[in-house]
């Protein structure tokens, strides 16, 4: 970058949960830059957050194309910061004269629940984008393999996911009881797939009437009846202080999304010193995290951890090892050679 103080434009279409966390964790962690955010979503970015200026983005895509342009044209940013899916298609459906970074946030051609033609469309979209991508940001080796099969010119730049709350005196961490409470946080949505949480929370609680789940965030009213009808509570939308103190209850956190790039409420949750469990998909192989496929073997997995079986120290060292290699120290640097890089 040509900037002694480098200017970034954020753009998003889904400020709300995991993705505003993580763009308010990058401006928090790089503060030598000067942040401009394009957005819109569920959540209002707070009055207080460094944001140097702060633009709406319209629903419609030829009127949010054009909105990006025209922030572009004033912000004049070393660097557009393009967060999730559809941010992609607007920052790259025509040339901008600032590169473009390019964080899916996960890929939709990724998840497994859609219809072969519409991943084969998602793909073919991403590829034909690819092109006007100086960097694409991935979460994981498996997004990383993904963003390379889009084609060989694809540069791609490992950015590591980091928990965006941290325990205090008012909000202590868990010191990894479980007592019988299962957790999950995230929106309502495919994605996240409260469906498979509904499903394991019947199966054990037909075992054990005692253990309660959790579905820590909000949706659409069938997703939140499927919910209610398998006995999980619902907190709703709870950010900050509110999801501090929900991280401070002991309890399990199974993950029960059916794709993903790396989710940052599996990091908050170690931060709490939760133990980790979750669903099998890709973006966790490696990481030693226990996972089930099926929703029967998930209960039984879910209730080894809170019988204190051997489930419990792997779910427990995986949530030690997430914390230890996955922090701010280490997305602060990874940050700073890619803002040197594009």
């Known amino acids: 970058m040509s900037s002694n103080r480098p200017r970034i434009l954020h753009v998003t279409e889904c400020y709300a949960g ?25 959540e209002e970015p707070a009055d207080a957050f460094p944001y140097a200026s702060r633009h709406d983005l319209p629903e419609f895509i030829p009127n949010a194309i ?72 991935v979460l994981s080796p498996h997004e990383e393999a993904l963003a390379h099969s889009l084609g060989r010119e694809v540069a791609t730049h490992y950015v590591p996911n980091i928990a965006t709350l941290e325990p205090d005196e008012t909000h202590p961490a868990t010191g990894f009881e479980t007592a019988r409470d299962v957790i999950m946080i995230g929106r309502l949505s495919n994605q996240k797939d409260p469906a498979f949480f509904a499903d394991v929370a019947r199966i054990v609680r037909a075992q054990r009437p005692d253990v309660t789940f959790r579905w820590i965030g909000d949706g659409e009213d069938d997703r939140r009846a499927l919910l209610e009808d398998a006995g999980v509570e619902i907190t709703g939308w709870v950010n900050g202080e509110a999801l501090a103190a929900e991280l401070s209850r002991p309890s399990l956190y199974f993950h029960t999304a ?6 940052l409420s599996v990091l908050d949750a170690a931060a709490f010193e939760h133990p980790v469990a979750a669903r099998g998909i890709p973006a966790f192989d490696e990481l030693g995290i226990p996972q089930a496929d099926s929703a029967e073997a998930a209960a039984v997995l879910v209730l080894d951890i809170l019988e204190g079986n051997e489930a419990l120290g792997r779910a427990t060292e995986a949530s030690r090892r997430l914390r230890a290699t996955m922090n701010g120290d280490a997305q602060r640097r990874s940050l700073q050679e890619l803002f040197a890089a594009v």
């Open 66 to 137: 054009s909105r990006v342009k025209a922030a572009v044209d004033d912000v004049k940013p070393d660097l557009v910061y393009a967060h999730s899916s559809w941010a992609g298609v607007f920052t790259r459906a025509v040339r901008l004269p600032s590169p473009v970074v390019y964080a899916p946030h996960c890929y939709k051609f990724d998840d497994v629940s859609l219809a072969a033609p519409l991943r084969v469309a998602f793909r073919l979209a991403e590829r034909a984008l690819a092109p006007r991508t100086a960097r694409t940001v």
């Open 258 to 263: 059916i794709y993903e790039g790396f989710p």
């Open 18 to 42: 995991g993705v505003s966390r993580a763009i308010e964790t990058i401006v928090r962690l790089t503060p030598e830059a000067e942040h401009h955010l394009l957005w819109r979503g569920d």
